[in-house]
């Protein structure tokens, strides 16, 4: 079997006791998961103060009684555009470093390569929020910013998906990955907090401060994180069950042998040392369909991620226009909605055993949950609360359980043999065509919001629409393949 030298985490030299046998398997499993989780959450907190600050950066609201005058070139009568702009450098080479990012940690040491990206993303978000102290007023400016910002923030995904992957089985993967997958929402909130409560001593800082909790995350990726329980001498977790079917052993056999020696390497089996192709990874079965549906999801879930707080800021609720803080501290509910969301569907698509049929139903309610909010959502501040957190759990829910437990499924599927290689190219493929759809949201939004935000939320209820549709044919599958299940348990004695 092909191996690579990988080295361990420098943690692991300093603390002995970390290694081998004094801790478990399930110890270095949390720590995986907690390391991970922590790190994709500072890198969404580094990502959420452009739409905190879009509200101080753009033209001021007709009904505001702000003497702010925003910031030029954001200011003007073109200047949502030029923030929905400034969205769209980001988000599309987010995008395009997404497909090649996966491509590259499927090759190359996954801690060094997200610490790579952490760096980054860390300094990047840094240089931003320098332009306010440096008083820049180019565009060029902060659109080269966030495009070379984007590309460093692509790193992030595949490869902590791919590391989750390699310590996760599939058993209530689900579950796990929907806990796991709120880092997202936790990132979100925790930037809009710490964006938010800095913001009247200038924007600057609401860059600043996220900028340097990526740069502490990635210091503590490098010094602990650990890619693959194959590092440690264990086995990466449920491969060993997969892989010796295939061979026609006996699993009960191979459990006890395996329990009976401690943790082994795979040493028989070639299939799972070679990365899978770009192109052949699109043919896997499920992969299109799941990615075009995130393409539309995702539009949804950054469009709320970039403009929640401008709409509020810019829309009274009972009559009350809301300040700059206290709409990027209220924008935080649609995330700790997406919290739960994220959680249920993950559970229930556990229980039912069917991904797509869950994000199918998630899809659907959600529509009709996002006109009350616009109809609504204006009455008054705790109607506002409620409508704004049921919207984050049906908006997140598929969004989230597609780009974890769904992608971490078709990149481990039986028709790849167990190439756990694979998982990275997959996610990549999934989640950064979700991510062209990101990009295309907030751009679009920029542009829609001025002819009014009608018009806005009837975008995102036609591309929920459209995400839902890309899913019918699977969700007819898994309901064909739960109808045969119940057929065959009636007919057994």
């Keep these: 079997m092909q191996s690579r030298i990988v080295g361990l985490a420098p943690a692991f030299s300093l603390f002995p006791n970390l290694?081998?046998?004094?801790?478990?398997?399930?110890?270095?499993?949390?720590?995986?998961?907690?390391?991970?989780?922590?790190?994709?959450?500072?890198?969404?907190?580094?990502?959420?103060?452009?739409?905190?600050?879009?509200?101080?950066?753009g033209p001021p609201s007709l009904n505001s009684s702000s003497i702010d005058n925003g910031w030029a070139p954001f200011n003007g009568t073109q200047g949502t555009k030029r923030l929905g702009e400034l969205d769209l450098a980001f988000l599309s080479s987010?995008?395009?470093?997404?497909?090649?990012?996966?491509?590259?940690?499927?090759?190359?040491?996954?801690?060094y390569f997200l610490v790579f990206g952490m760096m980054g993303s860390g300094i990047l978000t840094l240089v931003f929020g320098l332009g306010y102290w440096m008083n820049v007023h180019t565009l060029g400016f902060y659109m080269s910013v966030q495009i070379v910002?984007?590309?460093?923030?692509?790193?992030?995904?595949?490869?902590?998906?791919?590391?989750?992957?390699?310590?996760?089985?599939?058993?209530?993967?689900?579950?796990?990955?929907?806990?796991?997958?709120?880092?997202?929402?936790?990132?979100?909130?925790?930037?809009?907090?710490?964006?938010?409560?800095?913001?009247?001593?200038?924007?600057g800082w609401s860059f600043v401060l996220p900028g340097v909790l990526v740069l502490v995350s990635g210091v503590v990726v490098f010094m602990f994180l650990v890619v693959s329980p194959n590092d440690l001498g264990f086995e990466e977790l449920g491969k060993e069950i997969e892989i010796?079917?295939?061979?026609?052993?006996?699993?009960?056999?191979?459990?006890?042998?395996?329990?009976?020696?401690?943790?082994?390497?795979?040493?028989?089996?070639?299939?799972?040392s070679f990365a899978i192709g770009f192109l052949e990874a699109w043919r896997l079965p499920g992969v299109a369909p799941?990615?075009?549906?995130?393409?539309?999801?995702?539009?949804?879930?950054?469009?709320?991620?970039?403009?929640?707080?401008?709409?509020l800021r810019h829309t009274a609720v009972a009559g009350v226009n809301l300040s700059h803080k206290t709409a990027g501290i209220l924008s935080t509910v649609f995330?700790?909605?997406?919290?739960?969301?994220?959680?249920?569907?993950?559970?229930?698509?556990?229980?039912?055993?069917?991904?797509?049929?869950?994000?199918?139903?998630?899809?659907?309610?959600?529509?009709?949950?996002?006109?009350?909010?616009?109809?609504?959502?204006?009455?008054?501040?705790?109607?506002?609360?409620?409508?704004?957190?049921?919207?984050?759990?049906?908006?997140?829910?598929?969004?989230?359980?597609?780009?974890?437990?769904v992608a971490a499924d078709l990149g481990t599927q039986d028709s790849i043999k167990g190439n756990g290689r694979a998982l990275a190219t997959v996610t990549a493929i999934i989640d950064g065509t979700g991510s062209v759809g990101a990009a295309l949201g907030p751009l679009l939004a920029g542009y829609i919001s001025s002819r009014g935000w009608n018009s806005v939320f009837f975008m995102l209820i036609v591309s929920i629409f459209f995400a839902g549709l890309f899913l019918v044919r699977l969700a007819k599958s898994e309901i064909n393949t739960m109808r045969s299940g119940e057929l065959i348990a009636s007919s057994v004695p």
């Design 19 to 57: 290694n081998t046998p004094h801790k478990t398997f399930t110890f270095h499993q949390i720590l995986v998961l907690i390391i991970t989780f922590t790190a994709y959450a500072s890198f969404h907190a580094s990502r959420k103060p452009p739409s905190i600050v879009k509200s101080v950066l």
């Design 94 to 111: 987010y995008a395009l470093g997404m497909y090649f990012a996966g491509h590259l940690g499927d090759r190359i040491d996954l801690r």
């Design 149 to 203: 910002c984007g590309l460093f923030q692509s790193i992030g995904w595949p490869c902590v998906v791919s590391v989750v992957g390699n310590w996760c089985g599939k058993e209530k993967r689900g579950l796990i990955m929907g806990l796991w997958n709120s880092h997202t929402s936790v990132g979100n909130i925790l930037g809009s907090v710490i964006a938010s409560s800095v913001l009247d001593f200038g924007w």
């Design 244 to 272: 010796e079917m295939s061979l026609g052993e006996n699993v009960e056999e191979s459990l006890r042998k395996h329990e009976a020696e401690g943790a082994v390497l795979l040493e028989n089996v070639d299939d799972s």
């Design 290 to 311: 799941y990615a075009f549906c995130l393409f539309f999801s995702k539009l949804v879930a950054y469009t709320f991620l970039y403009w929640l707080p401008y709409y």
């Design 335 to 405: 995330d700790v909605g997406g919290v739960l969301g994220g959680i249920s569907a993950g559970f229930i698509s556990d229980k039912i055993k069917a991904r797509a049929l869950t994000s199918i139903t998630f899809l659907a309610l959600s529509i009709p949950a996002l006109i009350v909010y616009r109809v609504y959502g204006s009455v008054s501040m705790f109607i506002n609360i409620v409508l704004m957190f049921i919207s984050g759990l049906l908006v997140n829910g598929p969004y989230a359980l597609i780009t974890t437990a």
